[in-house]
Nanobody
Framework: VQLVESGGGLVQPGGSLRLSCAASGFTFSSYYMSWVRQAPGKGLEWVSG????????YYADSVKGRFTISRDNAKNTLYLQMNSLKPEDTALYYC??????????WGQGTQVTVAS
């Protein structure tokens, strides 16, 4: 199993970023997938999840209305569109195989920094 995140960077408050996660080594279309993040000095926070077919999505209250999770099963890729970014969204973002409370694989992470 390999999960490779990309798309992070430095953005001003109010800006947008789109994260991608390329999955390989398993049947991507069969698994629920999530994005989780870890802010400096804090624990892991589940951010968003999407079912295997991509029709059902879930969000943490902290990002609801600003972030959109999606997937392209033909490309084995998971996405996170992040709009109206806030400084408190600064974190290392991980793509994870699994749901809100359990994930068995995750990538190396991509850093998102929101600052002026």
């Amino acid at each position: 199993v390999q999960l490779v995140e990309s798309g992070g960077g430095l953005v001003q408050p109010g800006g947008s970023l789109r994260l991608s996660c390329a999955a390989s080594g398993f049947t991507f279309s069969s698994y629920y997938m999530s994005w989780v993040r870890q802010a400096p000095g804090k624990g892991l926070e589940w951010v968003s999840g999407i079912n295997s077919g991509g029709l059902t999505t879930y969000y943490a209250d902290s990002v609801k209305g600003r972030f959109t999770i999606s997937r392209d099963n033909a490309k084995n890729t998971l996405y996170l569109q992040m709009n109206s970014l806030k400084p408190e969204d600064t974190a290392l973002y991980y793509c994870a195989r699994g749901g809100r409370s359990y994930y068995d694989y995750w990538g190396q992470g991509t850093q998102v920094t929101v600052a002026s």
